[in-house]
């Protein structure tokens, strides 16, 4: 006997309103700050400040056009891409071959191998911030966009590895085993029948990548002067300004990730689809 | 032709042996059945001829070429798969091509090949398909096909009936024994079930603990088992035993009555009879039957004879309630004889 049906009616709608109050509640954790500063970002600096607020925006561009015109802004946010797209292809990379060989090879050390990727989130950034910009600097890599990435990397990397080895697990061995004993080699099989299974998953982890290395403020700061990433310019730019620009700020901050992040919706729900079976 | 050898191949997965000392030949064409109960190492055998597992030691030859240092593709094997293995992101054309544009074949060439393999499994009407949309038996048979395509030496088949329902099974018994004598290719299929093994094989190779413990046709290995274990094995329900001491010149007493038998220096044996080779007799063994089974071609009884459990398979028309005694007697010529000690028949 399934134990919901088994409960008296009360207290299964109970359940059931319970469930709903939940969902509204995350909805509105996640779209309540959005909201808020998409009012604000279009209004102008006036009706930011002003009390009562309304609740729709004005569509006054002042703020918006201002970053706009902002110097440096541009650079900011093509350095942040170039970062977030090397963090990506890098985290791939290197964490689609580790993810394979979790799945698919026993190895001495694999539980502590898969322990010690996740102990790699566990590490301070913080703490790590100085005796790294002192070895960028000594190695030239300090405030180049290959230096950032190579942190956003390490950061995005059990990420990376985690979900592309549950997509390999996900696909059974016997699929690549069939390939072999079709004429493939090891190399081939995984060309031609792995990796288009699992490209969609691939994709998604590379999306987590970007968007970890797109939201990453502190590393950047600290670690570039003249190149600076959208966040970390952003950071710099508006502790001081007005608090219509710091929305505003936001607004350009927030919208490319929510964007990019909506037009590759199917392949996120295709990565847990795939890590959740 | 394609002729197999298998030379003292032996497999460990550290400490545990899972093979031990394997020789094997299968002859050109012959459809070789490697049958035994899950963990006796079948599946390694045939995955080590496949080149999906690597022997601790010995040699694998194929018509005449040594060929166990090579990988799966240079071996001129095909394999079905227990789960099928359809490539879920093809068609079923493209599954059944995959291995033949692999070797570069021209698009007229694989088109053929892939329509005559089709239709030789009856799914010409699916390629256009995707795994996904195909049901298990379907698989199976783009599964088998895709193998076909390959015209391989040798077809390496691995429990491919075992995920199937009864009744599609046995159609898929029947078809598939048809497919490959017309193919011609030498075929190993590895099952747990002995009724395939029995219905598909030229031969079967008894597997146990990691050994061969009989290979030969199915019908000596049902009559003439080599060693105890296959005839407790073999046989729904297997063979009975029951101890027989020796009364000298070949004489033994078996549950109180004198049977001829092997004229050996042993002062015990064992006495093995099939159940459905004991006929009711006035003067035969004595037992007191326990379960009466009604299984409409025959009645199963299940009885005690002299404190041993032995099972008869009589005529349906046979009236007999549980604890009532009765008594039969073995057809002389089917009596086996088993050493107790070393488990090896003796005639």
Known sequence: ?277 | MAEIQIKKVQKWFGAYQALDAIDLTISDQEFMVLLGASGCGKTTLLRIIAGLEVATQGEVWINGKRIDHLPPKDRGIAMVFQNYAVFPHLTVFENIGFGLRMQRMPNAEVKARVERNAELMHIEQLLGRYSGELSGGQRQRVAVARALAMEPDVILMDEPLSNLDALLRLEMRAELKGVLADSKTTAIYVTHDQVEAMSLADRISVMHEGRIVQAADPISVYRNPEERFVASFIGNPPMNFLPARSEGKGSWSVAGQSFEGPKTDLEALEFAIRPEDMVLAENGILATAKVVEPLGAHVLVTCSVGGHSFRAILNSDTKIKPGETLRFSPVPDRIRWFDPKSQVAVN
């Open chain 1, 1 to 277: 006997m399934n134990t919901v049906e088994a409960l008296p009616p009360n207290a299964r709608r109970a359940g059931h309103y319970l469930y709903i109050a939940t969902v509204v509640l995350l909805c509105a954790w996640v779209l309540v700050p959005l909201y808020l500063l998409f009012v604000n970002a279009l209004s102008s600096a006036e009706a930011v400040n002003s009390f009562p607020k309304s609740a729709f925006p004005e569509f006054d561009l002042g703020s918006l056009k201002f970053f706009a015109g902002f110097y440096g802004i541009l650079d900011a946010l093509k350095n942040s891409i170039i970062v977030a797209t090397l963090t990506m292809i890098m985290s791939i990379a290197i964490g689609a071959p580790a993810g394979y060989a979790l799945s698919r090879f026993e190895f001495r050390g694999k539980a502590t191998f898969r322990l010690l990727i996740l102990m790699t989130r566990a590490f301070p950034l913080p703490l790590l911030a100085l005796p790294l910009a002192v070895m960028f600097i000594r190695t030239g890599l300090d405030d180049t966009a290959i230096g950032l990435a190579f942190v956003h990397t390490t950061l995005a990397l059990p990420f990376a590895v985690l979900i592309t080895f549950s997509l390999f697990s996900g696909i059974p061995i016997e699929l690549e085993e069939a390939a072999w004993t079709l004429g493939c080699t090891r190399f081939t099989a995984f060309t031609k029948v792995v990796l288009p299974l699992i490209l969609p998953g691939i994709t998604a982890s590379a999306i987590f990548a970007f968007v970890i290395s797109w939201n990453e403020v502190f590393a950047a700061a600290v670690l570039t002067i003249e190149n600076r990433t959208l966040t970390a310019f952003l950071l710099q730019n508006l502790d001081t300004a007005a608090i219509h620009l710091k929305f505003a700020g936001g607004f350009i901050l927030v919208v490319p990730a929510l964007i990019f992040i909506f037009a590759v919706r199917k392949y996120l729900f295709a990565m847990w689809g795939i890590a959740n079976r």
